[in-house]
C-alpha cells in the first residue's frame, strides 16, 4: 500500500510579513496601492472631532480597502467581514491585524454618502491616465436587483387608509364581542390568541396612521402619475422582472467599450428605464467627445429621449423593441431560449388567433369618401381627415343600429360582447409637418449595416460587466434601505470591477 506524507493543516507559530501577502499583480495589490498612494481621502477627516480628546478612529483607507476586498470576494455582510479580517490572512493584511467590529464596518458603508462618488471619480482618472478609457463607444444598460423591503408593504395611500381602516374594524368588533363576554354572570376566560390578535391589530393600524401622517403626499412618476409607495423603505420601487415582481431598485451602469471600464454608476428606486437614460448620458458628459457613440437597448427607447439626445446633439443608436424581429440574424433566437422557471412561469396558452374584416374587405371610395362595410351598410365619416401617428385619412364609424343586429358581427368585432360599432381608417400618406419623428429616424440609422455592426458591439461590452458583478461577485440583491446608501453600495461593486481592471492591465504590479 502506498504510503505518503502528512500534509499538516494546523497553524505554526512562524512570523509573517503582512506585506508579503499582498502578491503584485492581485487583485488586492493594487486595491492597496490605489488607497495609499493614488486618491486623497483627506476628505473623510472631517468626520472626526478627536483631535485633542477621543479614541483613536479606524484610517478609512483601511475601512475601504476590506470592504472592497470583500465585495470582490461575494461577502456582503458586515458580520462575514468583521469575521474574515479575524481569519483570513489576506484580510489581516489589508486590515494590518486591527480586527474592527462589524457595528463600525456597517456604519462606514451606510454612511459613505457623496464621498463615494469623489472615490469613484478618482478611480476613473487613474484608469483613464493608464490608457482603458477609449471613449470610442459608451453601453447602457441596467439591472433591477430586490432591496431590503418587502413588496407587501406596497400600495397608494388609499390602500393604506383601507387597510388602516380595516385593522380598526376588526380589533373594535373583537373588543365589543370581549365586552359581551363580560357582561355575562358566569365570566368566561379570555383566549389568549384573541388577545395578542387584538393587540396586534391595534398596533399595526397605528403604525399605519403615523405612516400616513408622516408622509402626506403621493408618490409621484415622471409624468406625475401615482407611483405605490412602501412602509419599510419609500424610495424603493415595486418593478417587473423575469421573474415576478421585485421591491427593490435599478443599479445602472454606462461602460467603456475598449476595456469594459463602468464609467458611470447610479441606482434608481424607478421601475421604467426610460426616465434613467438622460441621467446616465448627463452624467458621461465629461468624458464623451463629439464622436463618442451611446448604445442602450429598447428599455431605454422613448421618443422624447431621443428628441433630448438630437437637441443636445449626442451621437446615440437606442434600439425599439421591434428591432430583433427587423434583425435577420435572431429569426433563429428561440432555439436558445430555456424553459421557463417552473415557479415563476406566468405566459398564458396560446389562443387561436381571431380572423376579422379587415381594411381590405370594406369598399372605400377615396373621390367620394364613402365606405360600406361586408353586409352592404354604409358607415359614417368621422371628421374632415383624420390624423394618427403622422398619418392622415378618413375614418369611418358603423351605427348601431346596422351593428347592432348584424349576422356578421363575430366576422367584424373581435369583442363583438362589449364593442357596440365597428370603427375603419384608410390612410392616404404622411401628414406634411415640421415636426422630426425621431423614432424614425433612428430605426432608420440602426437598421443599416453600419449602425447592425456598431450596436452589435453594446452586447459584447456591456453584458460581461453584468455577469461579473451578478456571477463572480454574487451581487443578488442590496442590503441597504434607501436610496443614498443603495446608490453607494451599487458604486462599490462597480468600483471593484474596474480596480479588477486595473489589476488586470499590470496597475502597480
Known amino acids: 500500500m502506498a504510503r505518503y506524507k502528512y500534509i499538516d493543516t494546523q497553524p505554526k507559530l512562524i512570523p509573517v510579513d503582512l506585506a508579503a501577502q499582498l502578491l503584485p499583480g492581485t487583485f488586492e495589490h493594487a486595491l ?17 472631532h478627536n483631535d485633542a480628546t477621543g479614541a483613536p478612529a479606524y484610517p478609512p483607507a483601511m475601512l475601504l480597502r476590506i470592504v472592497l476586498f470583500a465585495y470582490s470576494r461575494g461577502l456582503v455582510s458586515s458580520r462575514a467581514i468583521a469575521r474574515a479580517c479575524e481569519d483570513h490572512i489576506t484580510f489581516i493584511a489589508l486590515s494590518g491585524d486591527s480586527r474592527p467590529h462589524f457595528t463600525t464596518i456597517a456604519h462606514f458603508i451606510s454612511t459613505l454618502g457623496d464621498q463615494i462618488a469623489a472615490i469613484f471619480a478618482a478611480v476613473l482618472a487613474v484608469c483613464d491616465r493608464q490608457g482603458l478609457i477609449g471613449r470610442e463607444m459608451f453601453a447602457i444598460d441596467g439591472v433591477k436587483l430586490p432591496s431590503n423591503a ?57 403604525e399605519l396612521r403615523t405612516w400616513l401622517a408622516q408622509h402626506p403626499h403621493e408618490r409621484r412618476g415622471a409624468k406625475c402619475a401615482v407611483r405605490k409607495s412602501n412602509r419599510t423603505d419609500n424610495e424603493s420601487a415595486k418593478m417587473a422582472t423575469s421573474k415576478g415582481v421585485i421591491q427593490g431598485y435599478t443599479g445602472v451602469a454606462t461602460v467603456d467599450a475598449a476595456h469594459q471600464i463602468i464609467v458611470d454608476a447610479q441606482a434608481h428606486g424607478v421601475g421604467a428605464e426610460q426616465e434613467l437614460l438622460l441621467k446616465a448620458v448627463s452624467a458621461t458628459a465629461s468624458l464623451r467627445t463629439p ?44 432555439r436558445y431560449t430555456t424553459l421557463p422557471h417552473p415557479l415563476h412561469d406566468k405566459s398564458k396558452p396560446a389562443r387561436k388567433p381571431l380572423v376579422v374584416f379587415g381594411p381590405a374587405d370594406f369598399r372605400y371610395d377615396p373621390m367620394a369618401r364613402t365606405c360600406v362595410c361586408p353586409a352592404g351598410k354604409s358607415l ?22 346596422d351593428c347592432g343586429p348584424c349576422h356578421l358581427r363575430a366576422q367584424c368585432l373581435r369583442t363583438p360582447a362589449t364593442t357596440p360599432v365597428r370603427n375603419v381608417a384608410f390612410f392616404r400618406g404622411r401628414v406634411s409637418t415640421q415636426r422630426v419623428n425621431h423614432s424614425a429616424v433612428m430605426r432608420e440609422r440602426i437598421d443599416t449595416p453600419e449602425g447592425r455592426g ?6 459584447a461590452t456591456v453584458e460581461p460587466v453584468f455577469a461579473n458583478l451578478r456571477a463572480n ?10 436610496r443614498t446608501k443603495v446608490d453607494t453600495q451599487w458604486k462599490l461593486y462597480c468600483l471593484v470591477h474596474n480596480i479588477e481592471k486595473l489589476a488586470h492591465a499590470g496597475y502597480a504590479a
Open 32 to 48: 492597496h496601492h490605489l488607497l495609499a498612494h493614488a486618491i486623497d481621502l483627506t476628505p473623510f477627516d472631517a468626520r472626526y
Open 291 to 334: 464622436e463618442t457613440l451611446i448604445t442602450a437597448d429598447a428599455g431605454y427607447h422613448s421618443e422624447a429621449n431621443l428628441r433630448a439626445l438630437a437637441e443636445e446633439r449626442v451621437n446615440a443608436l437606442i434600439a425599439d423593441k421591434d428591432l430583433r424581429r427587423r434583425d435577420a440574424r435572431f429569426a433563429t433566437q428561440a
Open 473 to 482: 461577485k454574487r451581487l443578488d440583491r442590496f442590503t441597504l434601505r434607501g
Open 380 to 401: 359614417y365619416r368621422k371628421g374632415a381627415q383624420n390624423i394618427t401617428r403622422d398619418h392622415i385619412g378618413e375614418h369611418f364609424r358603423g351605427a348601431k343600429r
Open 150 to 206: 418587502s413588496k407587501h408593504r406596497s400600495g397608494s395611500r388609499a390602500d393604506f387608509e383601507r387597510q388602516a381602516t380595516k385593522m380598526e374594524r376588526a380589533a373594535e368588533q373583537m373588543l365589543a364581542r370581549h365586552r359581551a363576554e363580560d357582561a355575562r354572570d358566569v365570566e368566561p376566560s379570555l383566549s389568549t390568541k384573541d388577545q395578542a390578535r387584538q393587540g396586534r391589530l391595534v398596533r399595526d393600524a397605528a
Open 454 to 459: 456598431q450596436y452589435a458591439l453594446r452586447f
